[in-house]
């Protein structure tokens, strides 16, 4: 069974930044597309980014962090991490990662059985 475990969350400023951590087990990252998701409260879970396989090689950002956020896979690591600049206080949410997903340049799509992890909590406040 696919376990991984978010972290790198925590509080910050608006303007700030902070780098979400994906780590992998029982699963190679570098076979894998990636999702991160997040859910705010009182909202419902949506899309953030994604990274397809190694093979593929494809991003995609929702617009809301297009250009603020980054994906990239550190394969020595088995990671995926979420570079996040610019924090604005509509990015508070916990964020979630999967492998449940298919990426492509234009969007993804989550096809998993909504099973999550316990996710990492971004709080941007001031």
């Known amino acids: 069974q696919v376990q991984l475990v978010e972290s790198g969350g925590g509080l910050v400023h608006p303007g700030g930044s902070l780098r979400l951590s994906c780590a992998a087990s029982?699963?190679?990252?570098?076979?894998?597309?990636i999702g991160w998701f997040r859910q705010a409260p009182g909202k419902e879970r949506e899309e953030v980014s994604c990274?397809?396989?190694?093979?593929?090689?494809?991003?995609y950002y929702v617009d809301s962090v297009k250009g603020r956020f980054t994906i990239s896979r550190d394969i020595t690591k088995n990671t995926v991490y979420l570079q996040m600049t610019s924090l604005k206080s509509e990015d508070t949410a916990v964020y979630y990662c999967?492998?449940?997903?298919?990426?492509?340049?234009?969007?993804?799509?989550?096809?998993?059985?909504?099973?999550w992890g316990k996710g990492t909590l971004v709080t941007v406040s001031s």
């Open positions: 990274i397809s396989s190694s093979e593929r090689t494809a991003t």
């Open positions: 029982r699963v190679t990252l570098e076979d894998e597309a």
């Open positions: 999967s492998t449940d997903v298919i990426c492509t340049l234009v969007g993804m799509n989550y096809v998993g059985m909504d099973s």
